[in-house]
């Protein structure tokens, strides 16, 4: 009792004692007028200051003379504006590094093929300049049949004319079809006796069984996993591809559907203190067998690296028409009727019992559906593993969400689930999905941000790298405008605030990652990871947002990228 009674003296004596804050001296104090916290809006300090890898304070440029010692780095932004590092909210970053060692197929602006005969340029060029020995592999990523002259995939004819010494496999722009040549249908034992797989499809010359080397979704899996392995020094591929997540602002990146080999390799990385930004991993799941996580330690950072949760597979594409839509594509793949919906990776029963099974183990899942029916069949699924949403923080996030109607937006709403939305589509496919995929009433509605924004459901929007590169002011720039190729806005109820883009690609992936304590905001407490832009993105006009640049990267309060060699930030 006397014990209590002196504690309570000496805390009523120090609360009438005039105030006095005790600080250190900071490493690093940034000082501008473009401090951009993701609190509010109206949050608006001048000068924010770093110990270690945390913030410390924030408050007024007058007040933060305390703060600075004989080795704090004081950084004056002037019209730079610092904001919380970018967030990742779906990726792919050890498969982005295994694209930077193949030959690059895409279509501008990210390539530069723009037809089937420069296609097959690029690949004469690319297995000359890299001298690749006859029987080796030849890997090119990104064709897409939607922007070369021909508007359509290359076929085994095609890549013969290339090369008959080497297995050539292409990997759609959307990663969910592949073109491969005679030799590579020969090495996995693919010809016309071949029957379609389940959730697959092998397209096959008019008139005949024949395979034309177009494979679909699971049809695709035996060359997968040929040419799926870690490459020549894979440990440098990964650093570069680290590097290039930084130059764009990111400083927790994704890994979702990774492999085992990639899992061992990021797990060295870690290990070793190579890794210099925080990644979250996803191994792909294709059934209720725990042999796939077994041994996994889920939601806790090894030093990191961090085990998210599982990711699955629902459907398609949506530019490859191979989604799971509830009503017809606008205009049909060739050989398929006007009823063609796409289809399911799996049938609902497995659907089900993955998303209950991984729920009751209270293991986060992301699951990829572009269609509003694989929509549906994970709505339903979630619905109910949590007892139609009784378990709560879940956060079940729909990768993609690209189709999904008002109803199910709904009923996400009520299920606490996230949807993260691919909405750089609206600029790199955009006239695609009006023209040919969806037509312009479905079109327009494509990854409905306003429309989420508006029933106040928690989302995010992703690159999803490397189907787009990991280029964060396009996707600002994509959500806010959305302006196809053809310079027409795609929907433009469904456009966001800058405040509102900025807030799905730092608090809001900070919340779906279980992580909001520590990250997506500028508050004392949480981890300095910082992005410096050379510009107010607050202050320019959206159709303006590619006008500006990422400066420097901060991850756990150390400079990871700078534009000027040496430079501050």
Known sequence: MKQTVLVSLLLLTAAACEPTQVTAPADHLFIGEHIITMRSPDDTPTALAVIDEEIVWLGREEDAEDWIGSNTQVHQLGERALLPGFIDAHGHLTYLAATLNWANLASPPVGSVTSIESLQAKLRNYIAERGVPSGAWVIGNGYDDSLIAEQRHPTRDDLDEVSTD??????????????????ALELTGIDSDSADPAGGHMRRYAGSNVPNGVLEESAAYPIRALIQQPGENPIAALNEAVVLYASHGITTAQDGAISAAAIELLERMDEEGSLTLDVVIYPIVRGVDNKAVDGMLFGRYANRLKFGGVKMVLDGSPQGKTAYLTEPYEIPPDGKGADYRGYPTHPVEMVDAMVAHFIDRKIPILAHANGDAAAEMLIDAVDTATNHGELTNHRTVMIHAQTVRDDQLDR?????????????????????????????????????TRSAMDKGITFTVHNDA???????????????????????????????????ALAAVTRNAAYQYFEADRKGTLEVGKLADLVVLSGNPLDVRTVDLLSLEVTSTWSHGVLVYSQVVGGGG
Do not use: C, K
């Open 166 to 183: 080497h297995p050539i496999a292409l990997i759609h722009v959307s990663g969910h079809l592949y073109a491969v040549n005679s030799q």
């Open 412 to 448: 996400m709403a009520e299920l606490a689930m996230i949807p993260s939305f691919f909405s750089t589509h609206t600029f790199f496919w955009g006239d695609w999905h009006r023209d040919s995929v969806l037509g312009a009433v479905r079109g327009a509605r494509i990854s409905p």
């Open 466 to 500: 490397p189907i787009v590169p990991p280029d964060m002011l396009r996707l600002l720039w994509s959500t806010t405008n959305r302006l196809t190729r053809s310079n027409q806005i795609l929907g433009p109820d469904e456009r966001l605030t800058t405040y509102e």
